[in-house]
């Protein structure tokens, strides 16, 4: 397929970082919002992931002219009947750092037992022509009860991969790219557009 360049939906520059770094290694061309000058803010009022994703993607995709690629993702935790979920981002107050929200959320679960949790994202790339690509990617693993590494966003301090030792943030780039919910999306993405290209 001709190369074809791609707009990232997302304003937070973690994300960007990983969705740069993966999409840039198979060979697409990829540009941020901030790239182009695009500073709409996209109201988040879906009640899933996929919904989330598909609101940003069809704005930015019109505001572009550009094929857009978005991404909705949070944490699921079994003990809180799934919360955060969709508000994985807005948890305990939109105003929280990403460690006063690890730590709420911790203080959330004291005392619990039960600590499984995933990663979940849902990724659309929506295109001008109206057509659009969905996929899907999870990461299992529990959450511990303090916050270990400094690599990575959000969650990632106290989420323990499982088969590992190791929490999200004390993963490399490149191990977390293979590993996570965002890069399992990313990968299946990329095969789908490869598809649709043929």
Do not use: W
């Not at 190369?3 to 973690?14: H, I, R, S």
């Not at 005392?111 to 990617?137: H, L, T």
């Amino acid at each position: 397929m001709s190369k074809m360049t791609f707009v990232l939906a997302t304003a937070n520059p973690g994300k960007v970082s990983e969705m740069r770094e993966i999409l840039s290694d198979v060979g697409f061309d990829v540009v941020s919002r901030d790239d182009i000058g695009i500073k709409i803010e996209v109201e988040e009022s879906g009640h899933t992931f996929f919904e989330n994703a598909m609101l940003k993607a069809q704005a930015i995709c019109h505001a572009s002219g550009l094929p857009a690629i978005a991404d909705d993702s949070g944490l699921v935790v079994s003990a809180l009947s799934g919360q955060p979920g969709v508000y994985s981002s807005s948890y305990g107050g939109a105003k929280l750092s990403d460690s006063e929200r690890c730590a709420y959320l911790l203080k959330n679960m004291k005392d619990m037992e039960q600590r499984d949790a995933k990663f979940v994202c849902n990724i659309i790339c929506f295109f001008p022509d109206g057509d659009y690509i969905s996929s899907e990617g999870e990461c299992l693993g529990e959450i511990i009860s303090e916050q270990r590494g400094d690599n990575g966003f959000g969650y990632d301090p106290i989420f323990k991969v499982s088969g590992t030792d190791k929490t999200m943030a004390e993963l490399t780039s490149d191990d977390k790219n293979k590993i996570s919910h965002r890069g399992k999306a990313l990968n299946k993405f990329v095969l789908s557009l490869r598809e649709r290209g043929k």
